[in-house]
């Protein structure tokens, strides 16, 4: 998960960058995982220095969590393309690249998808039907990223469970 902002910002290389260069308005950070890039945030010391407070939240239009930071976190609804300052999951980069984006700092390292089945849904057969598609999919896909020759590192992906 990385920090990113627009290619055109020259200035910004770091996100102590972002926050000595902010407007009056502050700035604005648009994610889908409000609460990873708040806990960062507040977490880095060139925040520190500007306030105490954690950043402000806004999940939803009728659920806010502002304190008087000049930092606010928004969820971005899967919207982030064309968002200025944003956290999001990065893999390759190419993406990022394509929309414009640059990353300038790594929000959370090697996070990993899991793929969770209570064993209530797997006591119904056509859902554990569904779930073994789903899982056999997940895992075509990795072992499709871990082989030679495709611009990944191999074995990246941890340990294999069947």
């Given amino acids: 998960m990385r920090l990113l902002v627009p290619k055109k910002r020259r200035d910004v290389t770091c996100p102590a960058d972002l926050l000595t260069r902010m407007g009056s308005d502050g700035l604005l950070v648009w994610t889908e995982y409000p609460r990873l890039a708040r806990a960062f945030f507040a977490e880095l010391p060139a925040y520190q220095e500007l306030t105490s407070h954690p950043p402000s939240l806004q999940l939803l239009p009728w659920h806010e969590e502002v304190t008087d930071s000049p930092v606010t976190i928004r969820l971005s609804f899967g919207k982030t393309e ?16 394509s929309n414009g984006k640059k ?40 072992d499709a990223a871990d082989q030679p020759g495709n611009g990944r590192q191999e074995g990246r992906h941890g340990p294999r469970h069947s």
């Fill in 82 to 97: 064309a968002k200025e300052v944003l956290v999001d999951v990065v893999d390759t980069g190419l993406t990022a690249e």
């Fill in 103 to 142: 990353a300038v700092a790594t929000v959370l390292k090697g996070s990993t998808a899991w793929l969770i089945a209570s064993h209530e849904a797997m006591s119904v057969p056509w859902k554990a039907g569904r779930i073994t598609e789903v899982a056999q999919a997940l895992k075509a896909a990795r």
